[in-house]
């Protein structure tokens, strides 16, 4: 199955910013576009919004002037729905309400041919419920872009419970001639992206919750020692706190109330408060002009400890071993069976964090996961009120030595990176063993959809195949309810054979 020849028209309905978005990329692609919107005039406002953008194109010289003006060519505002009845494609980008796509694609299959493909965009509707008012839903599909359009690669294909497979090979195809990174997935709530990004903000706002840190020590972390490109708090106030905090509720309600995907009430009472980031001018930050910029909490210089003992394997922090030594602090190593710990010099311990907490044990800071440590700018600790302060001192100072900040925070189980990348696995993991997508699709869609620097699998794979599983059961066992509960198919992946045919992450 190919893709749509270019002499077939495309329509867009809705000319917002999605199906502005969505009407370029195909023009672009080289098809004639029917623009339409239900309130008149709207489409032919759109038209020039779009011919205004390939002008700015052509100025950043990333179009040619005839490229241009063949493509204004190519684009047509509709006055009325039945100009729509030769396409070949129809993308609707409308109000994200059940009964008016529904209405919309009703009446759109009275119009088109038998073999035009129907494709909603929806971010937070279920693709079944909304096919479920055609005749023939098989040619209905999910076509998810992300906004910009223009800009962004990748677009979830999605299936619904009837689309057909032609249908969906079809789509597929066609993104990927339009230049774009498709990924195939099935109509389950949040889809792939949206689906496995909640622990990401979930995860950051019951640290804040907790008290555990305030939001710009979370976000630095999250930027410099987990390697994403924002963190969650910044990230949510450009997105939009009430946006945001919708597809999370849209999630959470879909999947029948499941506590894995629970909204935050801090966030919650920041929607309700009108503060909805950067287009309200304040969110989890202030961006008044002149309001004072949110530094993260970063510890007072420290002595180094003259030595440190490593018992054990200390698994996805050992490259710390390397790093420690090249800054001239002695290393003596011992082959006990102890986990991932370090002794310093007053029989303190260091420890990777794990998804138990500092007070369960005498005098032991914890610290927390980094992408790549020798890259890593910050690092985070967490001690408790047991752990003495000369324990507390050399932590700072052995991880100072080597070239890194440090933010000490509360006595967070599972501290903040650690805690997020083991859900975002796990949610992985069930998300294959329920025919979502594949693992290829998912590293995909992950990294290229949110920018995540690894996608959940390459991460599963780079920190061992018991270490997400082995967190978040010491997590479950110190919040029972649900949250941190491993998945049955993690669980699986945990204790499976490495030997076995065909293992991957």
């Known amino acids: 199955m190919t893709a749509l020849d270019l002499s077939s028209p495309v329509a867009v309905v809705g000319t917002g910013t999605m199906g502005q978005g969505i009407a370029q990329v195909a023009l672009v692609a080289g098809h004639r576009v029917r623009l339409y919107d239900a309130v008149p005039g709207r489409a032919r406002e759109a038209a020039e919004t779009i011919g205004a953008r390939l002008d700015r194109l052509v100025e950043k010289d990333r179009l040619t002037a005839a490229d241009r003006d063949a493509a204004r060519a190519r684009l047509l505002p509709a006055e009325e729905l039945a100009e729509l009845a030769d396409c070949s494609l129809v993308v609707e980008a409308v109000l994200e309400r059940l009964d008016v796509k529904q209405e919309l694609f009703r009446a759109l299959e009275d119009l088109v041919d038998e073999d035009c493909l129907l494709a909603t965009n929806t971010s937070s509707l279920s693709v079944t419920a909304i096919g479920g008012a055609l005749r023939t839903p098989g040619r209905f599909v999910g076509l998810h872009f992300f906004n910009p359009a223009p800009l962004l690669p990748l677009v979830e294909v999605v299936s619904g419970f009837a689309t057909d497979v032609t249908s969906a090979t079809r789509a597929y195809e066609m993104a990927r001639a339009w230049g774009k990174t498709p990924v195939a997935c099935a109509d389950t709530p949040g889809f792939i992206v949206n689906r496995l990004a909640r622990p990401f903000y979930a995860e950051a706002f019951a640290v804040y919750e907790a008290q555990g840190a305030d939001p710009a020590t979370i976000d630095a972390i999250l930027r410099e020692s987990g390697g994403f490109r924002m963190g969650a708090f910044e990230l949510t106030d450009l997105i939009g706190q009430d946006v945001n905090e919708s597809v999370t509720r849209s999630v959470w309600q879909s999947f029948f109330q499941d506590v894995r995907f629970t909204p935050s009430l801090a966030q919650r009472r920041l929607v309700e408060s009108g503060r909805l980031g950067r287009k309200s001018g304040h969110g989890w930050y202030d961006y008044a002009d002149g309001a004072e ?61 794990d998804g138990q907490t500092s007070v369960e044990f005498r005098d032991v800071v914890y610290f927390d996961l980094a992408l790549d440590y020798r890259r890593a700018t910050r690092i985070a600790l967490s001690a408790s009120q047991d752990t003495s302060q000369q324990t507390l001192t050399d932590a700072v100072g052995l991880f100072q030595a080597l070239g890194k900040d440090v933010s000490v925070i509360g006595d967070v189980p599972g501290m903040i990176v650690a805690r997020t990348v083991a859900r975002i696995i796990d949610l992985a993991h069930d998300a294959v063993a329920k025919g979502v997508a594949t693992e290829e699709d998912i590293d995909t869609a992950m990294r290229m959809g949110v920018n995540y620097p690894l996608g959940p699998f390459e991460w599963s794979r780079k920190l061992g195949r018991n270490w997400a599983y082995a967190l978040l059961d010491d997590l479950h066992l110190r919040d029972p309810s649900g949250r941190y509960a491993p998945s049955l198919a993690l669980y699986r992946h945990a204790y499976a054979s490495d030997k076995r045919e065909g293992s991957t992450s």
């Open 293 to 353: 910029r949110a530094e993260p909490h970063t510890a007072e210089p420290a002595q180094r400890p003259a030595y440190v003992v490593a018992e054990g394997d200390l698994g996805p922090a050992a490259e710390l071993l390397a790093l420690i030594r090249e800054a001239g602090i002695p290393v003596r190593e011992e082959e006990e069976d102890h986990g991932t710990r370090l002794v310093l010099p007053g029989g303190g311990q260091l420890a990777l964090a």
